[in-house]
């Protein structure tokens, strides 16, 4: 009787012979359950597959992705189970309907070896006999409404990108002392600054390292600047007074890394570096490096025994490559820095004072040095990422916007970028106190970004406007715009004649 059975199984192909021996022939095969008995005459077949072993889905589907079939030489009917696979968590079955318990998100694969092709292993019975199926689920792209369109080209050594809070207005600061105004909806270009001398030419030899716009005097907004001129680093505020101030930060001769932008309470935060970490932790020597500072301009300069231009505030200390600054949600700063040999970091904190980012005892979450558990106001990364090329690994933290506009794909997302050109984002609802995200929370945004023309591979920041309408600057002159790819095909309900 069994030989029969067998033999019979062969001739149909059902199973692999190699697998298929010996003892394991019931338990691996899910041969007939013959002992349950079937009246003495002849084993019962199990039923026999005919879906495919393969399907492919887009990514965020909710509903069935798959509708097992299979046939029954009894003509009993069949019933389908998830009977194992490396993936199996990741469905549930609803009679032969297959589908997600959570939808797929092919930016962030949710299978075993992250490669979005997800392992399932199903099962068909007839009540006496069983047969499987090992289905592979692959989760295809969708760009999920995001269209990235190349707005300008031709913008040399472009250090910054800031919102003018008007339109499509922005201003891109360039390395050889010029911002320009640009309208991002149609690229157009127009000169709106230049730091000059006295007699109104540009100052010889001085170039621009980086731009945010910031509060200046009340609500108004100014217009900071990281200049250098020979080995030295300033900050300045092109059009806060009637002639060009500017402050020393630091020498910049050994590569020391700056970084601009805006932080707590919509004012200008300027961070130094510190790569050797001699001075990051030392606040006793009058350092800048390592340090994070906040500037405002001092709306009365000459109130003091000196003359103060700008109040400067010591907002944090053990900084050692700061590579952006930003705001986030919750009045919260976001200061992102490379790290030497193990993480680039991103650190949040809602304090103005006292921060200690904690270099160079802590690089990301790793222990460089020890003594770093006694540091005071030590401010434990939000966020690390592993040094490399790896779609997961970091080249540089660039820029970054807490994205809160129209896109249902990266709305209320933190986006940002690598600096060879990799897009990530993460949900900011994940950025909770205490939480260290890691590499495994990025969601790679490659594809859903890759523009018209042209290509992002070297950005060097991201701005909104005063839509809400993405920016993304690339260091060889191209601006990126990211917007809805959905918005032009609104169709409007005709008018009640
Ligand atoms: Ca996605
Ligand atoms: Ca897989
Ligand atoms: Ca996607
Ligand atoms: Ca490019």
Not at 80 to 94: N, R
Not at 265 to 284: K, M
Request: charged share 15%; glycine share 14%.
């Amino acid at each position: 009787m069994r030989f029969q059975a067998v033999r019979d199984r062969l001739r149909r192909g059902i199973f692999l012979s190699a697998v298929c021996s010996s003892a394991l022939f019931l338990a691996a095969c899910g041969g007939g359950d013959d002992s349950s008995g079937n009246g003495g005459g002849g084993v019962a077949s199990p039923p026999t597959f005919t879906s495919p072993d393969k399907t492919s889905v887009a990514e965020n589907t909710t509903g069935a992705v798959y509708t097992a079939k299979a046939t029954d030489a009894q003509g009993s009917s069949v019933a389908f189970t998830i009977t194992g696979g490396t993936d199996a968590s990741a469905f549930k079955l609803d009679g032969a309907a297959l589908s997600f318990v959570n939808p797929p998100n092919y930016d962030l694969p949710g299978d075993a070896n992250g490669d979005n092709v997800y392992e399932v292993t199903l099962q068909a019975s007839n009540g006496k006999a069983n047969s499987s199926l090992s289905l592979l689920v692959t989760v295809t792209n969708d760009r999920e409404g995001i269209k990235v369109t190349r707005v300008a080209t031709g913008l040399v050594d472009p250090v910054g990108i800031s919102s003018l809070d008007s339109g499509s207005s922005l201003l891109i600061a360039l390395k050889a002392n010029a911002v320009v105004k640009i309208d991002g909806s149609t690229g157009t270009i127009t000169p709106y600054y230049s730091v000059t001398n006295s007699v109104g030419n540009p100052v010889p030899g001085l170039t621009l390292l980086g731009m945010t716009r910031a509060q200046s005097f009340g609500a108004s907004k100014g217009l900071y600047l990281l200049t250098q001129q020979g080995n030295v680093a300033s900050i300045a505020c092109a059009g806060c007074w009637s002639f060009f101030i500017s402050e020393t930060l630091a020498d910049v001769s050994d590569g020391t890394a700056l970084a601009i932008g805006t932080g707590l309470g919509g004012t200008a935060y300027v961070a130094i570096g510190d790569a050797g970490g001699t001075r990051a932790q030392d606040i006793s020597g009058g350092f800048g490096y390592g340090k994070v500072f906040q500037y405002l301009v001092n709306p009365d300069p000459y109130a003091g025994a000196s003359v103060s231009y700008f109040d400067a505030k010591l907002v944090g200390i053990g900084v050692r490559a700061p590579s952006a600054i930003m705001q986030f949600p919750n009045s919260r700063v976001g200061i992102s820095d490379r790290g030497e040999t193990t993480f680039d970091e991103l650190s949040l904190t809602n304090a103005l004072l006292g921060n200690n980012f904690g270099w160079p005892y802590f690089e990301g979450t790793h222990e460089r040095s020890a003594g770093g558990a006694a540091l005071t106001g030590l401010v434990k990364p939000s966020l690390v990422i592993p040094l490399g090329s790896e779609k997961r690994q970091s080249r540089g933290i660039v820029g970054g916007v807490a994205y809160t506009g129209d896109l249902p794909g990266i709305r209320n997302h933190y986006v940002f970028a690598d600096k060879n050109g990799r897009i990530w984002s993460i949900p900011l609802a994940k950025f909770t106190a205490g939480a260290a995200l890691k590499a495994d929370d990025l969601e790679v945004r490659d594809e859903d970004f890759a523009p018209d023309v042209g290509k992002i591979d070297h950005p060097v920041g991201m701005a909104i406007d005063a839509f809400g309408v993405l920016y993304i600057l690339d260091s060889d002159g191209e601006l990126f715009r990211v917007e809805s790819s959905t918005v032009g095909s609104i169709v409007l309900a005709p008018l009640p004649t």
